[in-house]
């Protein structure tokens, strides 16, 4: 978004309200110096700040609102007839990249590239004499699929052209890189963790997971989907003509101030390759099981088992559910400097200062097991597996807990009990199930209740007493239901950001002895009840009860 005020007012405003580093404003502007552009579209290309973000700083600044796209003509043909009364060529608003449209009111719309041009407002008065004009600052995309949707009226639709070299040099255009950069900056400032960007027969839709949840962020012409997806591959290493194979790929940005990794995944499909994007923040720092939201008595028992000077201990759960930053957390919680710590993952997701990682190449036959084998020669006290997925890893892995070291690693099972049929059912031999794994911890994670709009909620007396049957002396304050509102701040999804709920089990010699006897897992699951093991639902409902989260969250989560 082009806009005229001084420039070194911006970039000075947006530095005080603390939306840029000081950092990015010099990279801006020695930037701005080589190719003498805007220094707003500028920071926005090199992810210093996202595009909603600098409207916003522009709408504070001008008489300009910042239109939504629901607020635009639905029918672009209104903006055609709206061109086609002012006698100028359709070529000539589609190169300044301007439309206009009348208003029931009466009054000239007006949404360009830059809406402070002088010479834009000087024509619309020679044009439109006898009517009032408007001008409004617009987001990029909707601005782009106005445009597009013009274009299409005035020569039909066009075919994408599939030759490789048109397409690198569209993914090189300044209109495609301020896309996916802005992007990926506003993707970042909504706190998404995923980016999916899906073709279809007529439309590209572009989605963002928040809390766990998919939104539709916007909706774009399917002819766009080439350029953007071409840029994206080009950026993350992949093969930009590739496309009926999938890809993995990987982009480190800096986005608001803050280092991202993105993980980058192409899947072909039937109308073209669905593209997602992982924003993975570089900083490891923040990992605490502190922070998990385990409850008081959880975090004890977690406490004790991570310090353990051998065993396995298990994280479960599918994927998504937070089970690589507990693990990460752990590992900063034993993380004294007295320790050596070896992980092996695929891929590596956060670095960790004093602690050895290793990245898996399953193409050149550097697996789990490969990989472990070598590190048992490293005279590690504490290992760390991303995830035990076949016997082979799961052989070395007790191997390694039976000669002294501590194994922390994740599997992909449904509860905590479900951990020891799946080791069997990988063809570990059950001693060797019963004997060195000393815990499972089973999780999910549930969004919080946005605190600025939630009300509260009182559920029904079946939950009520569900709750009352699992809290302990520990939990002595009066219940807080609460239900979702919505609201600006929450983004009108009642909730904001997302914490664990946990179910931990520890390995008896009671549950060895199922385990060696080849009891169900059913038969387990009811020896755990009896030894209290709080099952994922009533940690959710305590969480309820807190007013942390709400009843319907808990339910939507979690199965009985």
């Known amino acids: 978004m082009d806009i005229q005020p001084n420039q070194t007012f911006i970039g000075s405003y947006l530095l005080k309200k603390g939306l840029i580093t000081p950092e990015d404003l010099q990279k801006a502007v020695s930037f701005q110096n080589r190719i003498r552009g805007k220094l707003g579209p500028i920071l926005i290309r090199i992810g210093a700040i996202s595009e909603d973000n600098f409207l916003k700083i522009l709408s504070e600044l001008s008489d ?75 987001r990029s995309y909707d601005l782009e699929r106005a445009l597009d949707a013009v274009a299409r009226i005035g020569s039909g639709a066009s075919q994408a052209d599939n030759d490789i070299d048109q397409l690198r040099e569209l993914a090189e255009e300044a209109p495609v890189i301020e896309f996916v950069n802005n992007l990926l900056a506003q993707a970042h400032d909504q706190r998404a963790s995923d980016v999916h960007i899906e073709p279809g ?103 004790q088992w991570i310090n353990e000077p051998h065993g396995i201990i298990l994280v479960t759960g599918p994927t998504g559910s937070g089970k690589s930053t507990t693990l990460y957390a752990a590992l900063e919680a034993v993380n004294d400097k007295k320790k050596k710590i070896i992980t092996v993952e695929d891929p590596v997701e956060y670095h960790l200062e004093g602690i050895t990682q290793i990245q898996t190449h399953s193409e050149i036959g550097y697996t789990f097991a490969r990989a472990l084998r070598s590190i048992l020669r490293q005279d590690p006290d504490v290992i760390m597996i991303g995830e ?54 089973a999780q999910r994670l549930i969004r919080r209740i946005c605190p600025t709009c939630a009300e509260p909620a009182e559920p029904i007396p079946d939950i009520q007493k569900m709750v009352q049957a699992v809290i302990t002396g520990q939990c002595q304050e009066k219940p807080r239901w609460r239900g979702p509102v919505g609201c600006a701040e929450c983004q009108g999804t009642g909730y904001k950001g997302r914490e664990g709920i946990y179910e931990l089990v520890p390995v008896t010699s009671e549950i060895q002895h199922h385990i060696l006897n080849g009891r169900t897992g059913g038969d387990i699951r009811r020896l755990t009840r009896k030894q209290n093991c709080r099952t994922l639902r009533e940690d959710g409902l305590l969480k309820a009860w807190r007013g942390i989260t709400s009843v319907e969250e808990v339910l939507r989560v979690t199965a009985e």
């Open 64 to 138: 300009m609102r910042l239109i939504d796209a629901q607020e635009l003509p639905a029918d672009p043909r209104i903006f055609y007839h709206t061109i086609e009364q002012s006698g100028i060529d359709p070529d000539w608003w589609l190169d300044q990249e301007a439309l206009v449209w009348e208003s029931p009111e009466g009054l000239i719309c007006c949404m360009a590239r830059d809406p402070l041009d002088d010479s834009l407002g000087e024509l619309l008065k020679r044009v439109f004499p006898d009517q009032e004009t408007v001008f409004f600052l617009v």
């Open 201 to 303: 027969e007529h439309i590209l839709e572009v989605r963002f997971r928040i809390d766990g949840i998919l939104f539709t962020r916007f909706s774009l012409p399917g002819e766009r989907f080439a350029a953007i997806s071409s840029r994206i591959k080009l950026i993350s290493g992949m093969d930009i003509a590739e496309r009926r194979l999938p890809q993995d790929g990987r982009i480190g940005l800096r986005l608001s101030g803050e280092s991202v990794d993105v993980r980058v995944s192409a899947a072909p499909g039937v109308h073209g390759e669905s593209v997602v994007l992982r924003l993975l923040p570089k900083e490891g720092g923040k990992f605490s099981i502190r922070n998990l939201g385990l409850e008081a008595d959880n975090y004890h028992i977690f406490s």
């Open 388 to 441: 035990i997925r076949d016997k082979e890893t799961a052989e070395i892995a007790v191997q390694a807990s039976l000669t002294g070291h501590l194994v922390i690693s994740t599997l992909h099972t449904n509860d905590a009990v479900s951990a020891f049929t799946r080791l069997i059912d990988m063809g570990i031999d059950p001693f060797l199930v019963a004997t060195p794994v000393r815990a499972v911890m």
